[in-house]
């Protein structure tokens, strides 16, 4: 995982508060998507997925959010803590495609 | 259950040489996609094998090929090694179902000189 992008954008936040992560996907036919978190040195982790017939999903800590009309996702992390500094990728995939296409990812730094 | 297994984790090749990559996929799995990732590129689509069979194939030259084995374990091979290949190569594996998570193995981190 290491450098995943010479010039991803950087999120850095105070420990202990709120993070929000954008994405804008580029498929407006794209019914499924998903958030994965890579820490460097491996490979990307999933964190929630979300399909198109919902608009949010939420789970432990981390709430996705899906507006189909703009092409927008976003994932919010709450109370973010040190362990959550990694880099942050959201993906879409069309139905029966096996594929995921993937952000270009970003930052996120955790302040203590 | 263990996880995505890849192997070998580093490997330095030169150009023209050839490299073979191993994926082994949590049990049960028998779906694995391949990924190329550069800090230029991203993330980027190769191909996904099911049961044996090429599902999906990204836009990457036939250089670049795959299989998979009744194990489910797959393989990918890259021919006539480039400088620009010098990548992270990740292995991600489901059940093969749509809409269905796929989780990632570690990588393979190939360098080439």
């Known amino acids: 995982g290491e450098s995943v992008g010479l010039h991803l954008p950087t999120l850095s936040v105070q420990e202990g508060d709120n993070s929000i992560i954008n994405c804008a996907y580029s498929?407006?036919?794209?019914?499924?998507f998903i958030w994965y978190k890579q820490e460097s040195g491996k490979g990307p982790q999933f964190i929630i997925d979300?399909?198109?017939?919902?608009d949010k999903r939420q789970g432990q800590r981390v709430t996705v959010l899906l507006n189909k009309t703009v092409k927008h996702l976003s994932l919010q992390i709450a109370a973010t803590q040190p362990g959550d500094s990694a880099v942050y990728f959201c993906?879409?995939?069309?139905?029966?495609?096996?594929?995921?296409?993937f952000g270009s990812g970003t930052r996120l730094l955790v302040r203590p | 259950k263990a996880g995505v297994t890849q192997t070998p984790r580093y490997l330095i090749k030169t150009r023209g040489q050839q490299v073979t990559l191993s994926c082994s996929p949590i049990?049960?799995?028998?779906?694995v996609s391949w990924y190329q990732q550069t800090p230029g590129q991203g993330l980027q689509f190769l191909f996904e094998?099911?049961?044996?069979?090429?599902?999906n194939k990204g836009n990457f030259p036939g250089r670049f090929s795959g299989r998979q084995f009744s194990n489910s374990r797959s393989e990918m091979n890259v021919s006539t090694l480039e400088l620009g290949d010098s990548a992270l190569y990740l292995c991600?594996?489901?059940?093969?179902?749509?809409?269905?998570?796929?989780?990632f193995g570690p990588g393979t981190r190939l360098l080439v000189l």
């Open positions: 991600a594996t489901s059940h093969g179902g749509s809409q269905e998570t796929q989780y």
């Open positions: 498929n407006s036919a794209s019914d499924y």
């Open positions: 979300i399909r198109s017939n919902m």
């Open positions: 993906a879409e995939s069309l139905d029966s495609s096996y594929k995921l296409i």
């Open positions: 049990s049960g799995h028998r779906s």
């Open positions: 094998y099911f049961s044996e069979t090429q599902r």
